[in-house]
């Protein structure tokens, strides 16, 4: 079984650029959830995806945007790069929704780093 | 949403039980209460999680309180390979898990 895989793992961008990460699910889970961390403090929600369709948005602007492809792999574009933008960002993958109690399964993260 | 208020930082030594407290007052009466652990350089990783009842499983045991408004995390032995960053985390809907800024665990040798 593999896990959850994420690229590229490190990444540096000057402000303005803009990014794509990318995220491999776990074999099996069609729900795929993206969080940014930023040094010292725990993830933030940033949106989940279940079948291809945006389940659910934490407080991100619209320059945050995502895909999920029919073999549940996932896309995060961030558009027009800010200096706070700097974070790990991390994939997160699970079968069903993200609740009921489903259990994460989390990549090792993209380092982003915004100059 | 609700949120989870948990210490700072924890020591342990080593081979002794840790007992890891959440709180989180606002709960619903759906809403699962999950832990997770960070290690340095690496992606969250589940730890157990719960509705109502205490959980057990091969890393942990979960105490839920009566009224669901804390929780305790036991780590029965604590192995210097338990070092990390625990989250508790209460599932409030379909679509958002909210991590706080976790508690830092350290283990003493």
């Known amino acids: 079984e593999t896990g959850v895989t994420q690229s590229p793992t490190h990444l540096i961008k000057t402000r303005g650029q803009q990014v794509t990460l990318r995220c491999s699910s776990q074999?099996?889970?069609?729900?795929v959830s993206w969080y940014q961390q930023a040094l010292g403090q725990g993830p933030q929600f940033i949106f989940q995806?279940?079948?291809?369709?945006?389940?659910g948005r934490g407080n991100f602007p619209p320059r945050f945007s995502g895909l999920q492809f029919p073999n549940y792999s996932s896309e995060l574009n961030v558009n027009a790069l800010e200096l706070d933008d700097s974070a790990l960002y991390l994939c997160?993958?699970?079968?069903?929704?993200?609740?009921?109690?489903?259990?994460?399964?989390f990549g090792p993260g993209t380092r982003l780093t915004v100059l | 949403d609700a949120k989870t208020t948990q210490p700072n930082s924890m020591e342990s030594n080593e081979e002794e039980p840790v007992h890891l407290p959440c709180n989180h007052s606002?709960?619903?009466?759906?809403?699962?209460i999950h832990w997770y652990r960070q290690l340095p350089s690496q992606g969250p990783e589940y730890v157990i999680h719960?509705?109502?009842s205490n959980v057990n499983n091969r890393m942990a045991s979960l105490a839920i309180a009566e009224d669901r408004k804390s929780s305790t995390l036991i780590l029965h032995r604590a192995t210097l390979r338990d070092a990390a960053v625990y989250y508790c985390?209460?599932?409030?809907?379909?679509?958002?898990?909210?991590f706080g800024p976790g508690t830092s665990l350290s283990v003493i040798p």
């Open positions: 997160a993958s699970s079968l069903g929704y993200g609740g009921g109690g489903n259990e994460q399964f």
């Open positions: 074999s099996g889970h069609n729900t």
């Open positions: 985390i209460v599932e409030t809907s379909y679509d958002k898990v909210i």
């Open positions: 995806y279940y079948r291809e369709e945006e389940n």
């Open positions: 606002t709960i619903s009466g759906t809403d699962y």
């Open positions: 719960g509705l109502t």
